[in-house]
């Protein structure tokens, strides 16, 4: 059975927390410990309840929601709960992600988008339990990013770096290569590089960076002496000579060890 999801709410519209409320009464595990409708309320209610969740509006009376999680974080008696925003703005969602946010609801939402928000939430909890019981993370491990949030056709999207297979530079852009589909984002390559664990992910050209978990092995073209990395989806993906022992060493540490073949490169697309 599910452990209960211990919920705070914090709204300065009763309306809001009501329609929140009755949203909430079909999910089994989410117990809700309190609703706040000031900002100093919230967090005597946070440091009462030491609630898993927090659904937190923006806009509230005597500091704005960043200034909640910012007042939560520097007590250091706390465990920060997740935090889901309900706003009725979208300009906030780039700052939401920064500051970890699991995610960030509209307003109005669906039931059904507040069940996907709910999801992402247990799938959170379940890994923070499994890390705390089986291992302690390292600072640097901390440190890489493991979601992006930027707006695409009209859409605000919480992407999980795990699920992006290759990235490509476009100028002053990178585009995000997932199963199905892409995304530009304006990114520099070496600062979105920064952000990737470099376990998980290796650049392979100076326009390229792939995700290890997808590469199904290299391939060299033995006339033109060019190589490429074919992904496990088919896609290739060009690969610079100076980058290419690396890879292949991380690779053949991973027990993918890269074979050539005398295939013609053929320029990656998503």
């Known amino acids: 059975m599910n452990m209960a999801v211990r919920t705070v709410i914090a709204d300065d519209e009763l309306l809001a927390r009501q329609k929140l409320r009755q949203l909430l009464a079909g999910e089994a595990d989410i117990k809700i410990v309190g609703e706040g409708a000031t900002a100093l309320g919230t967090l005597d209610l946070v440091r009462q309840t030491k609630p898993d969740l ?8 005597d500091m704005d929601g960043f200034e909640i999680v910012s007042a939560i974080g520097a007590d250091p008696s706390l465990q920060a709960p997740r935090i889901v925003f309900t706003t009725a703005y979208d300009q906030y969602a780039l700052r939401a992600f ?8 509209l307003k109005p939402f669906t039931r059904e988008r507040l069940a996907h928000a709910i999801g992402r939430v247990r799938d959170y909890i379940a890994r923070f339990r ?3 019981e089986d291992r302690k993370l390292t600072a640097e491990e901390k440190a890489y990013t493991s979601r992006i949030v930027f707006k695409s056709k009209g859409r605000i999207l919480f992407l999980a770096v795990s699920d992006i ?3 490509g530079a476009e100028e002053n852009y990178v585009r995000i290569c997932i199963e199905r589909e892409s995304h530009l984002l304006r990114e520099t390559m070496a600062r979105f590089e920064t952000r990737l664990n470099p376990e998980s992910f290796i650049r392979v050209h100076r326009s390229a960076i792939v995700n290890l978990e997808y590469v199904k ?6 006339q033109q002496g060019e190589s490429f990395v074919l992904m496990k989806d088919g896609q290739k993906v060009p690969v610079s000579r100076g980058y290419r022992a690396r890879i292949a060493r991380l690779l053949a540490r991973q027990g993918a060890g890269p074979r050539p073949t ?5 320029e990656a697309q998503c």
């Open 98 to 105: 920064e500051i970890n946010a699991v995610d960030y609801l």
């Open 54 to 61: 927090l659904f937190l509006d923006i806009q509230m009376p």
């Open 130 to 132: 499994s890390d705390t």
């Open 165 to 167: 297979r290759w990235i």
């Open 262 to 266: 005398d295939r013609r490169t053929i």
């Open 217 to 222: 092995e290299i391939r060299t073209d033995p």
